[in-house]
């Protein structure tokens, strides 16, 4: 696949990993458009970015989930074949590539935190305390480590509650429940589906209602560089929960405060996003922290906030540019995530989800279809497809190691 944008000869070339999906995606249009030579990894032969005419080349990554070693030789080896400087891990491979940054090829450039750091925000119990020492409102938690503490739980907390995996991803996981029954049943189930240890059994959150926000940002050695602030308007699931397919960009000062101090509590650098719940009061708690890129990337920069530019930047050991503020009131949709919401509705017998959704409004722009670059999104399906066939109906497959 050639590259059909002017390349820009004083800029390195980039590695952007996670092809497969939207936000590789946006940050491959991101640094294309800025004249950078982009060449795209993932383990899936038809990840949409290898579809993109920005795209210079693909390349075919083992699963990094389960073969985390070969999956770093192979990145570096394709990075040394096409002479990318900059390496931009665009999902959990980020903590592969802190273990094994030695094994990149001489003179690699990324921008990532210290991998205490990482280890400490992507557990959604260890980073609660920091933050919440920093004066960042976070929900009430509690651990739970065998069916002592998960039956002092259960009487304890109020419900509906949440109850959520250390580490996972896009809502695997994580359950809402609405008895002591339901919350032992759940932590049971979630302890033998992926074999946690006593250490690592899931823990039990208090569950807010409110309105819902994510803020992504560029962190550079503790100071934020870049954040965006949106509104969640619609999820795969319902009442808002799970992954996000309708957001809307706004000005919201105490997110972007609050975001603030909770990064250079973890001493952040490079890529983040974070999830955001007011309670009644209006007041935000952060409810997680993920230490990569979101899915919903491409709500900044359809914003103005060129997030993928400023990280590579600083990746690249550039002075990174002034952030451009937010632009309030742009809609952005995932058109492929609505449609798995449609199929997960059907399947549950969620009818009632069907009805009374936002409609996007005029002029609403899209995660993952652009005109001027149509094939991706077809990838894209054809990708989500295939995965659906292997995993047996799944629209939530999962890889081993995911969670844990």
């Given at each position: 696949m050639r590259c059909l944008l002017k390349i820009n000869q004083s800029l390195p070339a980039a590695f952007v990993t996670f092809g497969w999906c939207r936000s590789a995606y946006t940050v491959l249009r991101s640094l294309a458009n800025r004249g950078v030579e982009v060449h795209v990894g993932d383990n899936s032969r038809i990840a949409m970015s290898r579809f993109s005419r920005y795209a210079k080349s693909f390349t075919r990554l083992p699963d990094f989930y389960t073969e985390p070693e070969a999956y770093i030789e192979a990145v570096s080896r394709a990075m040394t074949s096409y002479g990318a400087k900059v390496l931009l891990p665009c999902f959990e491979d980020v903590e592969l590539v802190m273990r094994y940054r030695d094994r990149l090829p001489a003179g690699a450039r990324v921008a990532l935190p210290a991998l205490k750091d990482w280890l400490q925000a992507e557990d959604k119990l260890d980073y609660l305390a920091p933050v919440?020492?920093?004066?960042?409102?976070?929900?009430?938690?509690?651990?739970?480590?065998?069916?002592?503490?998960?039956?002092?739980?259960?009487?304890?907390?109020?419900?509906?509650?949440?109850?959520?995996?250390?580490?996972?991803?896009?809502?695997?996981?994580?359950?809402?429940?609405?008895s002591e029954e339901a919350l032992r049943q759940v932590v049971q189930r979630l302890v033998e589906t992926f074999d946690l240890s006593p250490a690592r059994w899931p823990i039990v959150q208090q569950y807010l209602r409110g309105r819902k926000f994510k803020l992504d940002g560029v962190f550079c050695h503790g100071e934020p560089i870049g954040m965006c602030p949106f509104e969640i308007l619609r999820c795969k699931g319902s009442g808002k929960f799970g992954t996000s397919t309708y957001r809307?960009?706004?000005?919201?000062?105490?997110?972007?405060?609050?975001?603030?101090?909770?990064?250079?509590?973890?001493?952040?650098h490079g890529m983040f996003n974070t999830d955001w719940v007011c309670d009644e009061a209006g007041i935000p708690h952060l409810i997680d922290v993920n230490g990569r890129l979101s899915g919903a990337v491409a709500v900044p920069y359809e914003a103005g906030?060129?997030?993928?530019?400023?990280?590579?930047q600083v990746s690249a050991g550039f002075p990174p540019d002034e952030a451009e503020a937010t632009q309030a009131g742009v809609y952005v949709r995932w058109l492929l995530g609505d449609g798995i919401a449609l199929v997960e509705h059907l399947l549950a017998g969620e009818f009632r989800q069907l009805r009374g959704a936002p409609p996007p409004v005029a002029g609403c722009r899209y995660d993952d279809f652009i005109w001027s670059d149509p094939a991706p999104f077809f990838g894209q399906v054809a990708d989500y497809l295939v995965k659906f066939v292997v995993s047996g109906g799944s629209t939530k497959p999962i890889t081993r190691n995911m969670v844990r």
């Open positions: 919440r020492a920093a004066g960042v409102p976070v929900p009430a938690t509690l651990k739970i480590h065998d069916n002592k503490s998960l039956l002092n739980a259960a009487a304890k907390v109020s419900y509906p509650a949440i109850v959520k995996v250390r580490v996972g991803h896009g809502a695997r996981g994580v359950e809402i429940v609405h809307r960009s706004v000005d919201h000062a105490a997110v972007v405060e609050y975001a603030t101090t909770a990064l250079k509590a973890l001493s952040w906030v060129d997030l993928p530019w400023l990280w590579y």
